[in-house]
C-alpha cells in the first residue's frame, strides 16, 4: 500500500487528466474538498461535480510540487498549478492540507489568491 505522501504526489498528477471522476475518487465516499474561496463540498458525488464544473474550461493542467510535508494522516503540498483556460495560461501559486483516512482523502483545503486566478483567466 503507498503511503500518504505518494497518494498526494498521484492524486495532484491526476489533475493533468482533467478527469473528475478519477480525480474524485481519491476522496473518501464522505471526504471534503474546501477550495477556500468557495464554500466547502462534502461526499465524493459533490466533489466529482464540483471539479468538474471548475475545470469545465481548461484544456490543460499541470501541477507542479514546491514542497511536500507528510506527517501521519496529515500531508502538506505547496504547489504551482500552470493551466490552460482556451490559449491563456495561469499559474496560479497553491497550497493543499491534506487529511488522510485509510489511503483516501479525507479533507482536501487548498488556498490560493483568486484574484491570481482571475486576472489571469480574463
Known amino acids: 500500500m503507498a503511503n500518504n ?3 498526494i504526489r498521484e492524486f495532484i498528477a491526476s489533475w493533468s487528466t482533467l478527469d473528475a471522476k478519477k480525480i474524485a475518487s481519491y476522496f473518501t465516499e464522505d471526504g471534503t474538498y474546501h477550495n477556500m474561496p468557495f464554500d466547502p463540498v462534502s461526499g465524493r458525488d459533490n ?10 474550461d481548461w484544456t490543460a493542467t499541470e501541477w507542479d510540487i514546491l514542497s511536500l510535508l507528510a506527517d501521519g494522516d496529515l500531508v502538506m503540498a505547496e504547489r504551482l498549478d500552470r493551466t490552460q483556460i482556451g490559449d491563456k495560461p495561469v499559474h496560479l501559486p497553491c497550497f ?22 482571475l486576472k489571469a483567466a480574463a
Open 5 to 7: 505522501a505518494d497518494i
Open 96 to 117: 493543499g492540507v491534506f487529511k488522510m483516512r485509510d489511503g483516501k482523502i479525507e479533507t482536501w483545503r487548498d488556498y490560493f489568491d483568486m484574484a491570481t486566478y
Open 47 to 56: 466533489v466529482e461535480a464540483f471539479v468538474a464544473g471548475f475545470i469545465k
